[in-house]
């Protein structure tokens, strides 16, 4: 059975400081793996999918790398922002899941002025 | 705008009440889902279909019914509401193969 964990749960970081959030899930026959933004009271926003076949993903401040046969998965978020405050969340959709998407606890990041 | 939306966004209502959720994607996605958000913010999927049939349940009581009348919509009843299923209730898609999700907005359900 999948399992997914985001160390750590909670991060507090100063503004301007890079963040890394880490991923890790059990079994690493997946399709993919994607990761989320949720702010409070809020639905998910997606941020980055990384295929199986790729080694990581990139969008504006954000890089997404995706090492398989380890079951790891890190997000990093350069130069920090308040508005970078949020939980984040991976996801995995196994081969096996017909689509089902196995989410982590999530990480909530606040970023401090 | 291309997404996923599902309606209410809040419900509040008594035990024992019946009530739906709606939920529409005009992303042309083949595939649809329900997910719930616990107290404790898990995400766990409780349905998915794909061009209209169920492919998981994943061990919902049946007082939860999916339906979905072609596969732009996918609804969800929920008869005899108790407490315990108060949450929040999201509506995904994602295209065939491995793409990726797009979610809902969340309906938040309070049960009282």
């Known amino acids: 059975k999948q399992e997914v964990t985001q160390i750590p749960a909670a991060l507090s970081v100063p503004e301007g400081e890079n963040l890394v959030l880490n991923c890790s899930f059990t079994?690493?026959?997946?399709?993919?793996l994607q990761w989320f933004r949720q702010d409070p009271g809020k639905g998910l926003t997606s941020l980055l999918l990384?295929?199986?076949?790729?080694r990581e993903q990139t969008s504006g401040r954000l890089n997404a790398s995706l090492d398989k046969s380890s079951g790891r998965s890190t997000l990093y978020i350069a130069a920090s922002q308040p508005g970078d405050s949020a939980t984040y969340l991976c996801a995995v959709v196994g081969r096996d899941s017909w689509g089902k998407l196995q989410f982590g606890a999530g990480t909530q990041v606040v970023v401090t002025p | 705008d291309t997404a996923v939306s599902q309606t209410p966004k809040y419900l509040v209502t008594q035990m024992g009440n019946d009530k739906s959720i709606k939920c529409e994607q005009n992303?042309?996605?083949?595939?649809m889902y329900w997910y719930k958000q616990d107290s404790k913010k898990f995400l766990k999927i409780m349905f998915s279909y794909n061009n209209k049939e169920l492919i998981i349940n994943e061990t919902v009581p049946n007082r939860f019914s999916p339906k979905s009348p072609d596969k732009a919509h996918l609804n969800l009843h929920i008869n005899s509401l108790e407490l315990g299923d108060s949450a929040v209730y999201f509506c995904a898609s994602s295209p065939q193969g491995a793409g990726g999700y797009t979610f809902g907005s969340g309906t938040r359900l309070t049960v009282v």
């Open positions: 990384i295929q199986s076949s790729q």
């Open positions: 992303l042309g996605h083949d595939t």
């Open positions: 079994d690493s026959a997946i399709y993919n």
